[in-house]
């Protein structure tokens, strides 16, 4: 049985019903195509979810009972950082996509000297909220109860320079000699860096080293950036979290 699961960016209070707004009601309409009557589970982002119905249909919104609170978490143990060098089209859509399946709590969109995306302000903020659906629908495919925290896009200094000082940082190198598996977690968080198509420059690479980021191999091959971030990003919850 297709477990139906929906996101809505609004508080739940259980026992009262939910009046669903915005993209959730396409999503349930004409994604779903579900019906009055019909069960679906229902989360808001700050943990567990909720059984509830459907009640009525109206012009932009959809009305459900709230009935029973699970206190369901599938969040990973380790607290996971991102931060990718931001890439064309599919490929980082690709990319929130699995991090968030692959529980990933925090994504950093990382410009860079070799990204090909260029973004003004209005086209970061347009583009921030395309990531953000991207990885809610991820989220209701996959159980989480909880949206990554995606910020909006920032230069690589900035990342360097505000990184949680606490976390274990890794940065992606096929010139590193340690590869994952070699390391010990010394710390209650990783944050793992990855370079865009064409990696980082020379001078980035030294700056990230700089900061603090250990430079770390995947094998002998040179992976593209978003093949490298989903098997980074596995290899690091098989031995430090919950895969």
Known sequence: MR??????????????????????VNHITRVL?????????VFDGRGG???ARIEEFRRDTVVVAVDEYRDDERESPLSLTLAQGISRGERMDWIIQKATELGTARIIPVFTKRSMVKLDERQAEKKL???RGIAVAACEQSGR????????????SEVLRDGDPSATRLLLSPTADLGIDDLELTAPGITVLIGPEGGLA??????????????VRLG???LR???AAIAALTIIQHYFGDL
């Open 202 to 215: 020379e001078t980035e690479h030294a700056a990230a080293v700089a900061a603090g980021f250990r430079p």
């Open 220 to 222: 002998p091959r040179v």
């Open 225 to 227: 950036t978003e093949t």
């Open 145 to 156: 109860n909880r949206v990554p925290d995606l910020t909006s896009p920032l230069d690589l």
């Open 49 to 51: 979810e909720y059984s």
């Open 3 to 24: 477990l139906t699961r929906v996101y809505v960016d609004t508080p739940i209070t259980l026992g009262k019903r939910l009046v669903i707004e915005g993209s959730a």
């Open 129 to 131: 909220q395309h990531w």
């Open 33 to 41: 195509r579900l019906r009055s009557g019909d069960a679906l589970t």
